[in-house]
């Protein structure tokens, strides 16, 4: 009778073996069920998707407001299959929030096939996707209805195709992503990087870059084409709309603050991990062998310091892409270390075992103290606050109303009316008209006044009706509280109707 087991799995007790082999199965059904428990959480951000996407299905084009084209989203992939769904009659809202907790679980079982591709130990790799699948920020994201889980899954695919040598379709693929998240072309250029250095033979360099530009060119040309004529660029409005106004050390250290607390607030034992297996790695192997290896961890660096020099306030969702990247090579660093030492499978399944709880521990924690409370508390925002705001403006006002307010998504989506944001998404006009000021200050000041002359004016702020006036009469004022995962103090939004 013939032996089965694979060869990394010889002599490994009967209990990892039954774990690596179906221990993937229980491991999403509680990802599933934890995420169900906040499934209603929709960040506002996901109703500007769903805006843009019911628009196209009926007809309107690319738009937010109906007959403006604008480019107010970061990833038009992401609009035109919620729009598929919707022009097919399924609820935009339905399609969203399932796709998004789909690309999520396939992005645990690529985590999986990828890490055994690069540690080959089928136990590494299930520990690897167990950290992914237990990871707070992905646990937050996932069903939220954002382009967020996309992007991971469609990252991690590139780089199962970079590591089969498959650097063609790696490019296809990269295309779709940049489609999804702008960020894309990073890894594009990282990949043509990568098979430069692979292959020393400057003909075959050349015929492989030619035919990854072409694939890549072929799946970005039509939006570039659309968007470039339309809206005078291929750039969303969100890149400008998300970055911070001044570049100084400041910015550059209040950035770079928040990369690294994102990041070690759910992974300091995989980065942990990580440094050592590289210490470990260099003592033991030449540079051109190690670089073949860690290839993956350069997007990281790219990704962390194109946010740097972009100036990007960081968000989870924004890192998510690279946190496979960080659990794959923190469980190669558990390897790295047990070849350096030579330690016994023992002490490596107590190492092993050690990471894992830690990062099981400090997710739960985060998990628990910081993610579950800002969710429940911005939904109760969302339903209580600006859902009310939102019916009484399309229940009492003109079809032809202009609307001016810090937040677009649901207020749009709900009211159907014609909104301007101050954050310059749909209205880049006015990220200029306050350039310089904070959003407080530029309200005070009535700088979107050199914009727009709005109907109706939302305002947020930590001061109910702060900028009532005679030409400015208050409507209602409701109460958000937790809209920020970093501000737990409540904040307000007021209505008010300009008297003209």
């Known amino acids: 009778m013939t032996d089965n087991t694979p060869e990394d799995l010889k002599g490994r007790s009967l209990f990892w073996k039954m774990t690596v082999r179906f221990g993937l199965i229980p491991i999403i059904i509680l990802f599933y069920g934890t995420v169900a428990l906040h499934f209603d959480y929709t960040p506002d951000d996901t109703y500007i998707y769903l805006k843009y996407a019911k628009s196209l299905a009926e007809g309107s084009g690319f738009s937010f407001n109906e007959g403006e084209p604008s480019s107010g989203i970061t990833g038009p992939l992401w609009v035109f299959m919620i729009a598929a769904g919707t022009a097919g009659g399924l609820d935009p809202y339905v399609v969203a929030k399932t796709l998004d907790l789909l690309f999520a679980s396939l992005s645990i079982f690529l985590v999986y096939a990828l890490a055994h591709g690069i540690v080959r130990d089928r136990i590494l790799a299930f520990v690897a996707a167990c950290m992914m699948a237990f990871d707070s920020w992905m646990l937050r ?3 939220s209805g954002m382009e967020t889980s996309l992007g991971v899954l469609l990252t991690l695919l590139v780089f199962w ?78 890149l400008e709309a998300k970055s911070i106004s001044s570049f100084s050390v400041g910015s550059v250290l209040f950035v770079g603050g928040s990369e690294a607390k994102i ?79 030579k330690l016994s499978w023992r002490w490596t399944s107590g190492l092993i075992a050690a990471m894992f709880l830690f990062t099981a521990i400090q997710n739960a924690a985060v998990y628990g103290s910081t993610v579950v409370p800002h969710m429940r508390g911005f939904t109760e925002g969302m ?103 970093n501000k737990s103090e409540p904040v307000y939004y007021t209505l008010y109707k300009v008297v003209r």
Not at 172 to 185: D, K, M, N, Q, Y
Not at 383 to 394: F, S
């Open 161 to 238: 195709y970079v590591y089969r040598a498959e650097y063609v379709l790696a490019s296809l693929v990269s295309g779709f992503l940049t489609l999804v998240r702008p960020e894309g072309a990073l890894l594009f250029a990282l990949v043509q990087v990568d098979y430069g250095f692979l292959k020393r033979d400057p003909a075959a360099i050349r015929r492989m870059a030619l035919r990854s530009i072409l694939v890549y060119s072929l799946v970005l040309a039509p939006w570039v084409v659309y968007a470039a004529s339309t809206f005078g660029t291929p750039l969303p409005n969100t």
């Open 141 to 143: 994201w996932a069903g």
């Open 383 to 485: 339903n209580g606050c600006l859902k009310p705001i939102a019916y009484w403006l399309r229940e009492n006002s003109s079809p032809e109303a202009r609307v001016l307010t810090p937040d677009i998504g649901l207020l749009g989506y709900v009211s159907g009316r014609r909104l301007f944001d101050t954050a310059g998404l749909v209205t880049p006009e006015m990220k200029k008209a306050f350039s310089g000021v904070s959003y407080d200050e530029g309200m005070k000041a009535r700088k979107y006044e050199s914009v727009l002359r709005p109907d109706f004016i939302v305002d947020r702020s930590e001061q109910p009706e702060r900028l009532a006036a005679p030409d400015l009469i208050p409507v209602m004022t409701k109460e958000f509280p937790n809209i920020a995962i």
């Open 263 to 341: 990041l070690l607030s759910t992974q300091s034992a995989a980065l942990m991990a990580l440094i050592l297996g590289l210490v470990a790695a260099f003592r033991r192997m030449n540079w051109k062998i190690l670089r073949l290896e860690i290839f993956p961890l350069f997007w990281v660096l790219a990704l962390l310091l194109f946010y740097l020099s972009a100036n990007i306030q960081v968000v989870s969702r924004y890192l998510l892409p690279a946190t496979p990247i960080v659990c794959i090579f923190g469980i190669w660093g558990v390897k790295k270390i047990q070849e350096f030492w």
